[in-house]
């Protein structure tokens, strides 16, 4: 059983590479405005989520709990799938990114257990502003990634993925949020 502390690092490394896979699509749609902002929003998201587990991961050291088995279990097939899936994007060269897989890379990227894995972890150590703001980032980002896709790709099919990754997280706000009313 991993620690806590364990499971935020890995967690914190998995969204930096996601991050940076977003920055380095901002650095190469740097000529199209609208694409290098919304790349650069995304990148910008991904470093909120860093940060949050980063200040969750502060105050459980300051706590005393960080060495503790975590609430939450740690697949390590998972995290190895991931690991890869991020290097293997980050790895090929820039003359491989038009904007239609860009889009395609992105929407692969948000379907994986990443965003449940943050999610899951705010939760599991009662941050719930966190967990609220992050999924309400969360929900924001896709529906932009949704419109992207209507603007620049004709593939009805990952507009209907992203589209499908929108309604499962807004439903889960909701779901938090009748919850709590």
Same mark, same amino acid.
């Given at each position: $059983?991993?620690?806590?502390?364990?499971?935020?690092?890995?967690?914190?490394?998995?969204?930096?590479?996601? $991050?940076?896979?977003?920055?380095?699509?901002?650095?190469?749609?740097?000529?199209?405005?609208?694409?290098?902002?919304?790349?650069?929003?995304?990148?910008?998201?991904?470093?909120?989520?860093?940060?949050?587990?980063?200040?969750?991961?502060?105050?459980?050291?300051?706590?005393?709990?960080?060495?503790?088995?975590?609430?939450?279990?740690?697949?390590?097939?998972?995290?190895?799938?991931?690991?890869?899936?991020?290097?293997?994007?980050?790895?090929?060269?820039?003359?491989?990114?038009?904007?239609?897989?860009?889009?395609?890379?992105?929407?692969?990227?948000?379907?994986?257990?990443?965003?449940? $894995?943050?999610?899951?972890?705010?939760?599991?150590? %009662?941050?719930?502003?966190?967990?609220?703001?992050?999924?309400?980032?969360?929900?924001?980002?896709?529906?932009?990634?949704?419109? $992207?896709?209507? %603007?620049?790709? %004709?593939?009805?099919?990952?507009? %209907?993925?992203?589209?499908?990754?929108?309604?499962?997280?807004?439903?889960?706000?909701?779901?938090?949020?009748?919850?709590?009313?």
């Amino acid at each position: $059983m991993p620690t806590t502390r364990e499971v935020l690092e890995t967690t914190i490394s998995l969204e930096k590479k996601s $991050m940076a896979l977003y920055a380095r699509f901002a650095k190469l749609f740097v000529r199209d405005s609208t694409l290098h902002e919304f790349w650069f929003g995304m990148a910008r998201d991904e470093a909120r989520h860093v940060g949050a587990l980063d200040l969750v991961s502060t105050v459980l050291d300051f706590e005393g709990v960080l060495d503790r088995p975590s609430p939450i279990p740690l697949l390590a097939e998972t995290i190895e799938r991931l690991r890869k899936l991020l290097e293997h994007y980050l790895g090929e060269p820039d003359s491989a990114f038009a904007i239609e897989r860009a889009l395609a890379i992105a929407v692969e990227v948000e379907e994986t257990e990443l965003e449940d $894995m943050v999610g899951d972890l705010l939760k599991a150590l %009662q941050e719930h502003d966190e967990y609220e703001r992050c999924q309400r980032l969360l929900v924001h980002d896709l529906g932009e990634l949704s419109y $992207m896709i209507e %603007q620049h790709c %004709q593939d009805a099919a990952l507009l %209907q993925r992203c589209d499908e990754l929108v309604n499962h997280h807004a439903e889960t706000l909701r779901n938090k949020a009748t919850r709590h009313a």
